[in-house]
Nanobody, 122 residues
Framework: QVQLVESGGGLVQAGGSLRLSCAAS????????MGWFRQTPGKEREFVAG???????TFYADSVKGRFTISRDNAKNTFLLMNSLRHEDTAVYYC????????????????WGQGTQVTVSS
């Protein structure tokens, strides 16, 4: 059983920073495209950032571009550094793994973590 486990969420004031981590259960996931998504109640899961399996290519949603940075160690860990957080960033954040190119479509990803809550006070 392959698992992705997110950590690093919490409560932070607007303007603050958090770093989310996603740990894969197996090093095999170093060959996967990784993505971060977020979801709030009543809304569909929203793409946040993605990174290619070698970490060369990255892509960000317009809403987080310039504030968030995705990175990976190409072993088992993927990170999302979130700076200048806004109340609108409040959501459950999920990491995901897929075998294809970076996409903004949840269905393109094969494995998902359980999510970690990020709450930004206004």
């Amino acid at each position: 059983q392959v698992q992705l486990v997110e950590s690093g969420g919490g409560l932070v004031q607007a303007g603050g920073s958090l770093r989310l981590s996603c740990a894969a259960s197996e090093r095999t996931f170093s060959s996967y495209t990784m993505g971060w998504f977020r979801q709030t109640p009543g809304k569909e899961r929203e793409f946040v950032a993605g990174i290619s399996w070698k970490g060369i290519r990255t892509f960000y949603a317009d809403s987080v571009k310039g504030r968030f940075t995705i990175s990976r160690d190409n072993a088992k860990n993927t990170f999302l550094l979130m700076n200048s957080l806004r109340h609108e960033d409040t959501a459950v954040y999920y990491c995901a793994a897929g075998r294809g190119i970076i996409t903004d479509t949840p269905a393109s990803y094969d494995y998902w973590g359980q999510g970690t809550q990020v709450t930004v006070s206004s």
